[in-house]
Every structure is written in C-alpha cells, then in structure tokens.
C-alpha cells in the first residue's frame, strides 16, 4: 500500500513559480512510476508529467520547458517545479503512483493517488 500526500499549491500571479511536493510512504515506494496530473473545474483529468524509478522523464507539451518533474529517493518525495504560470494552469494537482515499468499510457494504470492540492494562477 502506498500513500501520496501533496503540497506546495497556492495562489501565484502571471509569470510566477510554485513547487508542488509528493510524499510517498513505503518502502517500495522508489520503485514506483511517479506522475503528477491536473484537474480544473469542468474539464479531465490531464497528465502534466511523470518520472520512473530510473529517473527517466515525460512532460506533457503543454507545461515543456516550462515545468520539471524529478524525484528524491532518499527522502520518498516527487516534486514538479513550475514556472512561467498562466491562469490556463489552475487546477487541482494530483500526484500518482504506477507499478508499470515504463510511464503509463493513461491514468488508468496508476494505482495510487494522493488527495490533490489547488494551484490558482492570476491574471
């Protein structure tokens, strides 16, 4: 069993930044794909971006170059690094966790979810 605990969500203004973090619990926990998928009001579910245990990396093209997914193993934790914020980035930020090997094809293959935390960005 994994648990996922989100922080680091608030409110930024335009052009601002925000680092979202992803507590995993377990010792398996590592071995986990970890990804990171956003929610706003009336739409799907979006995958952002997603890391596997070996460190290799996918970011959906709308946050590329933008946002920067990585993960410390030593402390259980994922974070995504968001900069450049547009008001089209509000949403709920979910973090993910998958036993598949290789980064999922949709959030149908991951098993754990943490509870979601808000990010509102102004305009």
């Known amino acids: 069993q994994v648990q996922l605990v989100e922080s680091g969500g608030g409110l930024v203004q335009t052009g601002g930044s925000l680092r979202l973090s992803c507590a995993g619990s377990?010792?398996?926990?590592?071995?986990?794909?970890k990804g990171w998928f956003r929610q706003a009001p009336g739409k799907e579910r979006e995958f952002v971006a997603a890391i596997t245990s070996g460190g290799s990396t996918k970011h959906a093209d709308s946050v590329k170059g933008r946002f920067t997914i990585s993960r410390d193993n030593t402390k259980n934790t994922v974070y995504l690094q968001m900069g450049s914020l547009k008001p089209e980035d509000t949403a709920v930020y979910y973090c993910?966790?998958?036993?598949?090997?290789?980064?999922?094809?949709?959030?149908?293959?991951?098993?754990?979810w943490g509870q979601g935390t808000q990010v509102t960005v102004s305009s």
């Open positions: 993910a966790a998958s036993s598949w090997a290789t980064i999922p094809p949709s959030a149908t293959q991951y098993n754990y």
């Open positions: 377990g010792r398996t926990f590592s071995r986990y794909v």
